[in-house]
């Protein structure tokens, strides 16, 4: 009987329908168009920016410690040891210090996220 046919695709086309629904109700468009747009980008770009600048301010303000005790504690030491001894303690306690601030910063910075 073609009716009962017709019906019998009704009633399928409106159980898919019901399923589709109960699948996909937890899906926010929204949500997703929000997370892959360009302003995402250009914070994501703006965070590593200034990681690597961090990294780099890190960086060269531990040689610059050591050359600078180097270089100074020639008139201190005459040998070469006692120079270099002298000026990798002076650059460990700067990037040790400079550690503490950079985590502490940090750590302020991921409490506000």
Do not use: H, W
């Amino acid at each position: 009987n073609p009716e009962l046919v017709a019906r019998l695709e009704r009633i399928k086309a409106k159980l898919a329908n019901d399923e589709y629904r109960r699948i996909t109700r937890n899906v926010n468009c929204q949500e997703l168009n929000r997370a892959g747009g360009l302003a995402d980008i250009g914070r994501q770009m703006r965070s590593v920016k200034a990681v690597v600048v961090t990294v780099f301010n890190f960086l060269v303000t531990v040689v610059a410690v050591f050359a600078c005790t180097y270089l100074g504690s020639q008139y201190i030491f005459t040998e070469m040891a006692p120079r270099i001894l002298s000026a990798v303690i002076a650059a460990s306690v700067v990037g040790l210090a400079e550690l503490y601030v950079l985590v502490r910063t940090m750590e302020g910075e991921l409490g506000e996220l």
